[in-house]
């Protein structure tokens, strides 16, 4: 072999390389943004919304920290076992809180209106209060780990400064300085 020879071989095996980095980075790209993105837009996967969840009631299943991603059902779709996301009545225990996410353990019929016994599986007994199907966000169709963590996060006044304040403050400092030295340049 002469030196053109293996000049041409390695050239193409480290452009074969490069591409394939790249390549391997695009997908990794990918994988990151994607939960935020079905998080942000549950549209984009067929869902209706998407809730962090703040508790780990649902353990080992779904932990605090996770993302429910959430798909409107009718009531009468609903069956024991299956995951759903509401918004607790009055006597439920956790009335304070704007939406709770357990499994039905129960279903039943009162005042002509669908209602559902419900339990986190961390749970020791179901919940006090049935949930009328009125109440019903909808029926987790999957949830994404860790994600949720991120997200609120980002929703805190440190998250909303380390996420896009800073890096908003570097990038004009990066701007006004490139715009510096193409003006001294000559």
Not at 18 to 30: E, M, W, Y
Not at 43 to 72: E, K, R, T
Not at 161 to 183: K, N, Q, T
């Amino acid at each position: 072999m002469n030196r053109e020879t293996i000049r041409d071989t390695f050239g193409a095996s480290s452009m074969n390389t490069r591409k394939a980095l790249r390549a391997l980075g695009l997908v990794v790209l990918i994988a990151l943004v994607a939960p935020f993105v079905v998080t942000a837009v549950p549209q984009v996967v067929g869902a209706d919304a998407s809730y962090v969840v703040l508790s780990s009631s649902m353990s080992p299943a779904i932990h605090a920290g996770d993302v429910v991603v959430v798909n409107d059902v009718p009531a009468g779709d609903i069956e024991e076992g299956d995951v759903i996301t509401f918004q607790p009545p009055a006597g439920h225990q956790l009335a304070d809180v704007n939406r709770v996410t357990h499994r039905v353990v129960g279903v039943t019929s009162q005042d002509g209106e669908r209602h559902f016994r419900t339990k986190g599986d961390a749970n020791e007994e179901a919940d006090r209060a049935l949930v009328p199907a009125s109440n019903v966000e909808g029926r987790v169709l999957f949830h994404i780990p860790y994600i949720g963590r991120v997200v609120s996060f980002a929703q805190s006044s440190l998250g909303l400064l380390l996420l896009v304040v800073v890096p908003g403050a570097l990038l004009v400092v990066s701007e006004l300085y490139d715009l510096y030295v193409a003006a001294t340049k000559d």
